[in-house]
Antibody, heavy 117, light 107 residues
Framework: QVQLQESGPGLVKPSETLSLTCTVS????????WSWIRQPPGKGLEWIAY???????NYNPSLKSRVTISVDTSKNQFSLKLSSVTAADTAVYYC???????????WGQGAMVTVSA | DIQMTQSPSSLSASVGDRVTITCRASQRISTYLNWYQQKPGKAPNLLIY???SLQSGVPSRFSGSGSGTDFTLTISSLQREDFATYYCQQSYSTPYTFGQGTKLEIK
C-alpha cells in the first residue's frame, strides 16, 4: 500500500526557509492530490496546501505569501518550502494524500520542525 | 474561511459508554465533513468521510451523521483503544479547516 515519509531538517533558524520532502512509496505520485498539514505542539491541525500533477496548487491564504509546494515525479516526491519562518511555525509537519472529497486517509508519520536560533 | 467548532473540548467516559461528539460549521457545508482520531505522537487516522461513510478498516462502533452545519460522531460502546483526540474537518472549500479537537479521556 501507499506509504509517505517526510524528511528534512528538524531545526531551522528564524527568518530562514523551512524545506521538507515527502517520499511516496508503494504507488505513483501522478494523478493524485498531495497535501501538507501541520500541527503546533499541543495544538490542532492546520491545512497548508495541496498540489495535483505538478500544475495545480492551492494554498492556505494565511500562509500563501510564504509557501511553495512542488512535485518531482521522477523521484516520486513532493516538497514544501516555507520562507521567513518564526517560532510560530514550529510544528509537526505531515504530508498526506486525500481520498475524495479531500478526506485525508493516508498520512506520513510527521516531521517535527523547530524554529529557533 | 469556514470555522469548525467542536464540543465538548474534553470528555471523560468509561469503557462501554456511548459517546457523542459534536461539530458545527460556520456555514453550510452539505456533507463535506470528515472525522479523525489522533493518538499521542501519531498522525491522525481517518474514521468517517462525507459525514457518515465509514473508512475501510474502522470498527463499526464508530458512526457519523449530520448535514448542513451540524454533525455528530458517535462511538457506540467505548473501547480502551478509543481514548484519543478527535477532530472534524470540512472539505467543502479551501482552506480546508479542522475543529479544535475533542480529547476523550478515561473516567
Amino acid at each position: 500500500q501507499v506509504q509517505l515519509q517526510e524528511s528534512g531538517p528538524g531545526l531551522v533558524k528564524p527568518s530562514e526557509t523551512l524545506s521538507l520532502t515527502c517520499t511516496v512509496s508503494g504507488g505513483s505520485i501522478s494523478n493524485y492530490y498531495w497535501s501538507w498539514i501541520r500541527q503546533p505542539p499541543g495544538k490542532g491541525l492546520e491545512w497548508i496546501a495541496y498540489i495535483y500533477n505538478s500544475g495545480s496548487t492551492n494554498y492556505n491564504p494565511s500562509l500563501k505569501s510564504r509557501v511553495t509546494i512542488s512535485v518531482d515525479t521522477s523521484k516520486n516526491q513532493f516538497s514544501l518550502k516555507l520562507s521567513s519562518v518564526t517560532a510560530a511555525d514550529t510544528a509537526v509537519y505531515y504530508c498526506a494524500r486525500p481520498r475524495a472529497p479531500f478526506a485525508f486517509n493516508i498520512w506520513g508519520q510527521g516531521a517535527m520542525v523547530t524554529v529557533s536560533a | 474561511d469556514i470555522q469548525m467548532t467542536q464540543s465538548p473540548s474534553s470528555l471523560s467516559a468509561s469503557v462501554g459508554d456511548r459517546v457523542t461528539i459534536t461539530c458545527r460549521a460556520s456555514q453550510r457545508i452539505s456533507t463535506y465533513l470528515n472525522w479523525y482520531q489522533q493518538k499521542p505522537g501519531k498522525a491522525p487516522n481517518l474514521l468517517i468521510y462525507t459525514a457518515s461513510s465509514l473508512q475501510s478498516g474502522v470498527p463499526s462502533r464508530f458512526s457519523g451523521s449530520g448535514s448542513g452545519t451540524d454533525f455528530t460522531l458517535t462511538i457506540s460502546s467505548l473501547q480502551r483503544e478509543d481514548f484519543a483526540t478527535y477532530y472534524c474537518q470540512q472539505s467543502y472549500s479551501t482552506p480546508y479547516t479542522f475543529g479544535q479537537g475533542t480529547k476523550l479521556e478515561i473516567k
